[in-house]
């Protein structure tokens, strides 16, 4: 087909236009919205922070137990059933009930209706699984229990590392759940990693309880360590208040002992409490723990009602400042570990951004001269197309808000070396028909029909590589697939549109010529 | 014309002498994984202080019992690559560095990259890579058996499989870093190469039907020598792009650049004299096209 009818023309005119339009948003500033997006940088052009979070669910799920025993407890002896030498032992809870009991505790837990053990209308799963092992009866999470049980500390924990990330005032920050127990940071353009990393790694949970000599005492006591590693203490396990009864925490200089302290509100609940244990335990030492370490240990020398008060404890300003954003912004429900970081400078974000489009300006010059030297005409056309089509590459990238990562620089130089296969195909194959046949019109469409399926089968390939690039590659590597995956479909409008139209114009004015090609 | 056909046979040779001494390194010696798939950290460090090179970096990590530590210049003078296991994978231990170093250099460095990837997140990257790359060889072996007859299925997935397995080689021969881009260049590759010996055998498919009476020996090298301007220019284009990454595109996209550019060159060279002799050796006919033909006719 040489011929393309106005209305075609003016689609791949305008078409294009779009497209270069939309690229160039990325120069200039367009007051209109629609044109005003831009590429994303990746964090590895724009320098920035990548960080990994694994939720460790195990002490969540030590707890749930925890809560579960004295529940089970509670339940059954109100049915006036015994529950005995019940302990937990590698997150399963074991107990001991007579053999008569036994029926009437396996149905309880087997009910599907059962409010001991839920779930099971809507996920015809319970949360709890119950097993007779002769010995005794073993209770433990289900798969489904675990499922969900996860997936609220990661809702839960999620939250919290927003609103640590937050504080911190980083622009734009990127937090996302990756599977049930994993949240994925990134955080662009960030000076100081070091200390959201710090900020991250601390659960934050806090309490204040009675220093205690009573071994006897009636919720048990733990020795716990101080900050400083050398001290310890024994502490009541009795909470008077925690973290949660905190309605805020700032840092501020005590003028008086010249040291920075953590001043905090407390809310109506915990104001009460604190009032009532000040006023019960003057002269006692109360010790404010911190993830299981002793900040500081006061002795209470007056009633506190007022539901605020201060932490000391050998603060500098910045560790003052960052123990009261880690208490406002709340504990998490698990510790949370990194295990993976990667983070990447701005200057060397730069200095890749320029090598980058170096290595694209030079491989661009390199592939124009060896197509125009190698095919004259054909080459000036086919580079037409290239540049045409690295602006409609560029434009969708930026129509879409692409992220744009080193790699992805490298999968555009590609497309480049690429995208002149199937202009190469088909003027190869116009070649071939001119060998054959006199008239230049049906040598060209030869030309076109004769190399479509080697053309589809040459794309094909590389995007089926590119789409498994895109689901299985993490980060830079996704920039990559891509560039690579839109680039062939850039690539293929370019050629059998604006290629073509030039081809055809070319060929309808040299009907008669000798050597075409 | 020129005749490949009449090297077939020393091609051949070559190529499984070049796919054995490939799989004894790769069994042997091994390949060389960087931290994305070994875990352990890496830094990137920029000196601005001539006391500042490869020995004195080095003595500084290793009083600070990191485990393996391996100190290299990247890219120019100022540049430093240093990696280490960071075996109990310790929390702060860029922050412990960077007082360790302050002591020494004072202020005059700066880390330009950090990288720290744990065991649990190297080994799924190592296994997802794994799969990844399985995936797109199993993904090109359906789409070439729904395109082609058995035969030349076979031929293209040998000469996917030479073209993967050498390159691997030649990294593991020079003890080149495996890391995530080198991932993504194999899977290039592989689309690469597959194009490549899918253009050619294209062309194959097309003679087998115009001409009775050549045989396969004499009509595989008519079709690559019909088909050898683009396969030429093509792949001249493809190294000039990736020459100028290699070259100018920074140290980052070194390994990446040069999986390519290796791969490239493989992939070319085995569409032309794995593919084809592959063709060659299961003595392909018109009948094997026709006898597909007919099967389309009567569905």
Known sequence: ?517 | MIAFNKYYNHFNLLSSVLIVVSLLLLIFKGLNFGIDFKGGTLIELRASDSKINVSSLRDRFNQMDLGDVSVKKFGNDTDFLVKFENKDNKKNIIEEIKANLDKSFGNNYDFRRVENVGPKVSAELLKSGVIAISLSLALMLIYIWIRFEWQFSLGAILALFHDVIVTLGVFSLFSLEINLSIIAAVLTIVGYSMNDTVVIFDRVRENLRKYSDIKIFELTNISINETLSRTIITSATTLLALLAIYFFGGEILKGFSLAMILGVVFGTYSSIYIANTVLVRLRVSQKTVLREDDQNKLN
């Not at chain 1, 934050?204 to 006591?221: M, Q, S």
């Not at chain 1, 104001?271 to 003057?282: L, N, V």
């Not at chain 1, 028909?433 to 230049?440: D, F, G, H, P, S």
């Open chain 1, 1 to 517: 087909m040489l011929y393309f009818s106005k209305l075609r023309i003016l689609f791949i005119t305008l078409f294009s236009v779009l497209f270069i339009l939309i690229a160039s948003s990325n120069l200039f500033k367009f007051d209109d919205n629609f044109f005003d997006k831009k590429i994303n940088l990746g964090l590895d052009l724009q320098g920035g922070s990548y960080l990994l979070l694994e939720i460790d669910n195990e002490p969540v799920i030590e707890q749930k137990l925890q809560n579960l025993t004295t529940t089970i407890r509670n339940y059954f002896k109100e049915k006036n059933i015994k529950i005995n030498n019940i302990k937990i032992d590698n997150q399963h809870i074991f107990f001991n009930v007579t053999d008569n009991d036994k029926e009437t505790v396996l149905d309880v837990f087997q009910d599907e209706n059962s409010d001991l053990n839920p779930y099971y209308p809507r996920f015809k799963s319970h949360q709890l699984e119950i097993k007779d092992t002769g010995l005794n009866l073993k209770v433990n999470f289900s798969r489904q229990g675990l499922i969900k049980l996860k997936n609220s500390s990661q809702d839960q924990a999620i939250e919290i590392v927003r609103r640590r990330v937050d504080e911190v005032g980083t622009n734009e920050p990127n937090i996302l759940k990756r599977g049930n127990n994993r949240i994925l940071v990134e955080l662009p353009g960030l000076d100081d990693p070091m200390r959201v990393k710090s900020l991250l790694g601390k659960t934050a949970n806090l309490t204040f309880r009675f220093v205690t000599n009573d071994e006897n005492d009636r919720f048990g006591v733990e020795k716990l360590k101080f900050e400083n590693g050398l001290e310890e203490a024994t502490v009541s396990k009795r909470i008077i208040i925690s973290g949660e009864n905190l309605l805020d925490a700032q840092p501020k200089m005590d003028t008086q002992a010249n040291q920075t302290i953590v001043s905090f509100t407390l809310d109506r609940v915990g104001a009460k409490r604190f009032g009532k244990a000040t006023s019960t335990g003057i002269g006692k030492q109360l010790a404010i723990v911190l993830d299981g370490k002793i900040i500081s240990a006061p002795v209470v020398r007056d009633t506190i009602a007022s539901g605020s008060g201060q932490i000391s404890g050998g603060f500098t300003f910045q560790t003052a400042t960052d123990l009261a954003l880690l208490l406002r912004s709340g504990a998490l429900p698990a510790p949370l570990e990194i295990i993976e970081e990667r983070t990447v400078g701005p200057d060397l974000g730069q200095d890749s951004i320029n090598a980058g489009m170096i290595a694209l300006a030079i491989g661009f010059m390199l592939v124009i001269i060896f197509m125009f030297v190698k095919y004259k005409i054909f080459g000036l056309i086919t580079n037409v197309t290239l540049i045409v089509n690295l602006f409609i590459l560029l434009g969708v990238l930026t129509l879409f808000e692409a992220t744009l990562t080193l790699p992805g620089i490298a999968g555009i130089i590609l497309t480049v070396g690429m995208a002149v296969d199937a202009n190469v195909l088909i003027f190869e194959r116009i070649k071939e028909e001119l060998k054959n046949e006199t008239n230049n019109i049906l040598a060209f469409d030869g030309g076109y029909t004769k190399s479509r399926t080697a053309i589809l089968d040459a794309n094909i390939t590389t995007l089926l590589a590119a789409i498994i690039l895109f689901f299985m590659g993490s980060g830079p590597v996704k920039g990559f697939a891509v560039t690579l995956g839109v680039g062939i479909f850039t690539t293929l409008f370019s050629v059998y549109f604006i290629a073509r139209l030039f081809t055809s114009i070319y060929v309808s004015r040299n009907k008669n010529k000798e050597k075409l090609i």
